[in-house]
């Protein structure tokens, strides 16, 4: 079946410095990717996504490619803010719409 | 003007009790789904209703039954509660042609 594997955490980070937070997945065919966001006591918000192999998505400093030939969909910031701290979580969808598969999340500490 | 929106967003509870959790959304959506994030915050489908239709049951006790008496609502009804429920359950939806879900912000359930 369809899953996604992401670093492990938690990453701890000074503000400023460069963010990379790893995800790949195994799925059959074709899927969308996605990076979510959980600030503390929260619901998940869509950060960005990517629907076909070397599409970027990009939003709010935040960069992912979809790169079909390592399966991978990794997050990268160059310069992170304290207000950047929160869980990410990678995830895949088979399809253009439909359930989210995710992957284990990622807790990310910036500290001023 | 709540996209999703969970009530209630704590509960807490005695083992053997029945609850219930109401999600509603605004979106005009298809799709909506209900997710349990456990205590590590890994992140698991249960259902899915497309139109009023169930399409998704994943592996989940007979104790958890959803209802969806039109395609803006989709509640969550859990008899005889268990210690193990214990979680942070999210209501999603999602629209054909759209990719990704739009999460609500969580129902923390704790059962004592």
């Known amino acids: 079946g369809d899953s996604v594997t992401q670093m492990e955490g938690p990453v701890t980070l000074s503000e400023e410095a460069f963010l990379t937070i790893n995800c790949t997945y195994t799925a059959t065919g074709y899927p969308s990717l996605f990076w979510y966001v959980q600030y503390p006591g929260e619901g998940l918000q869509l950060l960005l996504k990517a629907t076909k192999a070397d599409d970027k998505g990009s939003n709010k400093g935040f960069e992912a490619t979809y790169r079909k030939e390592t399966t991978s969909f990794h997050l990268e910031k160059g310069s992170v803010q304290v207000s950047d701290s929160a869980v990410y979580f990678c995830?895949?969808?088979?399809?253009?719409?439909?359930?989210?598969?995710f992957g284990q999340g990622t807790i990310l500490t910036v500290h001023p | 003007d709540t996209a999703v929106s969970q009530t209630p967003k704590y509960l807490v509870t005695q083992m053997g009790n029945d609850k219930s959790i109401k999600c509603e959304q605004n979106?005009?959506?298809?799709?909506m789904y209900w997710y349990k994030q456990d205590s590590k915050k890994f992140l698991k489908i249960m259902f899915s209703y497309n139109n009023k239709e169930l399409i998704i049951n994943e592996t989940v006790p007979n104790r958890f039954s959803p209802k969806s008496p039109d395609k803006a609502h989709l509640n969550l009804h859990i008899n005889s509660l268990e210690l193990g429920d214990s979680a942070v359950y999210f209501c999603?939806?999602?629209?054909?042609?759209?990719?990704?879900?739009?999460f609500g912000p969580g129902t923390r359930l704790t059962v004592l």
């Open positions: 995830a895949l969808s088979p399809a253009s719409y439909g359930k989210l598969t």
């Open positions: 999603a939806s999602s629209q054909e042609g759209i990719a990704g879900l739009f």
């Open positions: 979106l005009g959506h298809d799709t």
